[in-house]
């Protein structure tokens, strides 16, 4: 199974921090999953929100702050007593987390409700400087960014998130066309979607935490999981080999 530590090791750290990233860059998980936004300025941030009010000690949409803005606030202390002084960290500042180790990166484009112009090309431009291209996967609900994406440079990986079951799912995501699956558990497994797994097209589920039911997932054929513990998972999963 290939583990993916969602929005970093969210578990146990702040969601989307450098503090949740540094952890798992530490683990032997396949990969990191982290979504991005973009500010008023035009600068690329890592958060899940479309504000910062549930996630900070400020309030507002990121939309409508600068990244200076956005730095003034404190993203940790929410979580636990424990974690103070993480900001909001910019995509770059992630990505130079992961600079020296393998994992996979899946960057989720957050362009579903606002819809960021430029937020694809700025993106391209950070994994081409570090040159990252077979590193990344780049994820979104919004489907017309990732048909950008495959636009710009047929080179990248992406995949479609989904919520919901497909009655014709391979015939939709050839014709964005994507390269890979990414959907909520359970939509994941009804009979409906077994003709993308058969396909050998990747599929990826969210957000897996309860190891029953990442078995379940495996049974079904299914090679990869989001998780918020990825540690938990990691030796959960080692325990097959
Ligand atoms: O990319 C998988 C998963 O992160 C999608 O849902 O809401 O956690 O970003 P969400
Ligand atoms: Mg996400």
Do not use: C
Request: aromatic share 10%; charged share 25%.
């Amino acid at each position: 199974m290939e583990i993916y530590a969602h929005r970093g090791a969210s578990a146990n750290y702040p969601e989307n921090t450098i503090a949740a990233f540094k952890e798992a860059a530490r683990l032997p998980v396949f990969g990191v999953e982290f979504d991005v936004h973009m500010t008023a300025d035009g600068e690329l941030v890592v958060i899940h929100d479309e504000s910062i009010n549930r996630t900070s000690n400020g309030t507002g949409y990121v939309k409508d702050l600068s990244l200076a803005d956005l730095k003034k606030y404190d993203f940790s202390s929410w979580f636990s007593p424990e974690f103070k002084g993480e900001t909001i960290p910019t995509l770059t500042e992630v990505l130079d987390v992961f600079h020296s180790t393998e994992h996979k990166l899946n960057i989720e484009l957050k362009s579903d409700i606002f819809p960021y112009e430029g937020m694809v090309e700025k993106v391209l431009d950070s994994i081409a400087e570090r040159k990252l291209e077979s590193r990344v996967i780049i994820s979104s609900f919004d489907h017309s960014a990732i048909k950008t994406v495959k636009q710009l440079n047929p080179l990248i990986e992406t995949a479609a998130l989904f919520m919901e079951v497909l009655v014709h799912p391979l015939d939709y995501l050839n014709k964005i066309p994507a390269d890979a699956l990414h959907i909520l558990f359970p939509a994941a497994i009804r009979p409906s979607m077994a003709e993308v797994i058969n396909s050998g097209m990747p599929v990826r589920t969210f957000t897996v935490n309860d190891e029953t039911y990442a078995n379940v997932l495996k049974q079904a054929g299914i090679q990869s999981i989001f998780t918020d513990h990825p540690e938990k998972m990691n030796t959960f999963f080692s325990s097959f080999n």
